[in-house]
């Protein structure tokens, strides 16, 4: 064994994580061993496709060069001609927040040679210490960046609304191992799968539907007569997936806009390697113009709104509606109420009116 690296916990995230990814697929022509204490079996396997990784068991360990991450607790198992100790951290910044005590073992320790990761972690080290450490910074690759196509359904999860057929489609998007995320505005939670996530329903919830926020707005309803999420998407120029609903094509969905999903999902697949080769860009939709004001009564309106909109700073409960408010959140109350919420407790401020 010619150089082995130890580190007691290997996790399956986090920056010594994937300095250990990194250095032994960078070096893999190199003599490499890692040796662990616990590990997360997802990384145990990554780092084995290049290096060797080994559980330490008590039995005694034999190498050229030993280099230990953050401490050497199996030091006395190791018969090396060289032991090094490789610095993560900013040690300065740790004693003097109290996250490590200034005598710690790993300050006193003998090593023949000290690496850090940066100038930073060198010079922190040195002004803790009095020992010099030498500059080596992380290994790295460059891999091609990879795409989390980023899903929203909007509205009531129910079978008309397409809920199964949703549930089918993102699990065929799993099985085929392509990397999604769903966001979900509704009230009820029905899909299990870890990459979904439950949003507030909200109502400019539409205003979120555009191409900054999401690729894909899903519309799988096998009965509609009408779909503002759809129009409120479209008209933001998000493109869609959506099944042959009659009246989808009467407000303007086409090839352009929208990939289509048979109502039974045979052809998921299809609308799969479709939604992969779209470019990314916005689509053009112009919404159909309503008549209603040829058919309201005329005359104009006397009303006078007795609310006014607040915006909370912090999150509090409404004890008049007997609900929380979140940080951010816009609600309308009573000109009574904005005063004793925003100019006596401080809790929302006044949203101005556009």
């Not at 505005?185 to 329903?201: C, H, I, P, Q, W």
Request: contains cysteine.
């Amino acid at each position: 064994m010619k150089n082995l690296f130890y580190f007691s916990h290997l996790n399956v995230i986090g920056g010594t994580e994937q300095f250990f990814a990194y250095l032994v697929e960078k070096y893999k022509a190199k003599d490499i061993t890692i040796v662990y204490k616990t590990g997360d079996p997802k990384q145990i396997r990554r780092l084995k496709k290049w290096a060797p990784v080994v559980k330490f068991d008590g039995t005694r360990l034999t190498c050229e060069k030993a280099f230990f991450c953050y401490n050497a607790d199996i030091r006395t198992f190791v018969d090396a001609k060289e032991y090094n100790l490789i610095l993560h951290a900013d040690y300065k910044s740790m004693v003097e927040k109290g996250q490590i005590p200034s005598n710690a073992n790993i300050f006193s320790e003998p090593f023949d040679h000290y690496y850090g990761v940066s100038q930073l972690v060198c010079d922190s080290w040195e002004a803790i210490t009095g020992k010099e450490a030498e500059l080596v910074y992380n290994p790295f690759v460059q891999k091609p960046p990879k795409k989390i196509f980023k899903l929203v359904y909007c509205g009531r999860l129910t079978a008309e609304k397409g809920a199964d057929l949703t549930k089918k489609f993102i699990k065929r998007l799993a099985d085929r191992g392509i990397d999604f995320q769903l966001f979900v505005y509704s009230n009820v939670k029905v899909f299990g799968e870890k990459n979904v996530t439950y949003l507030d329903t909200r109502l400019d919830a539409g205003q979120f539907l555009n191409p900054d926020n999401f690729d894909y707005l899903i519309v799988f309803s096998d009965n509609e007569g009408y779909c503002y999420s759809l129009v409120q998407a479209l008209s933001n120029g998000l493109p869609c997936l959506v099944t042959p609903c009659p009246v989808f094509k009467e407000i303007g969905v086409n090839k352009e806009n929208s990939i289509m999903l048979d109502f039974k999902g045979s052809n998921v697949d299809d609308v799969i390697d479709k939604m992969l080769a779209r470019p990314k860009g916005e689509v053009k939709y112009t919404p159909k113009n309503d008549t209603w004001g040829k058919v309201l009564a005329p005359g104009k309106s006397t009303y006078k709104a007795h609310t006014v909109a607040i915006q909370a700073l912090q999150e509090y409960l409404d004890v008049e509606l007997n609900e929380t408010i979140k940080t951010g959140e816009i609600y309308d109350v009573t000109p009574e109420r904005a005063k004793r919420i925003v100019d006596e407790f401080g809790y929302a401020r006044y949203v101005e009116e556009t």
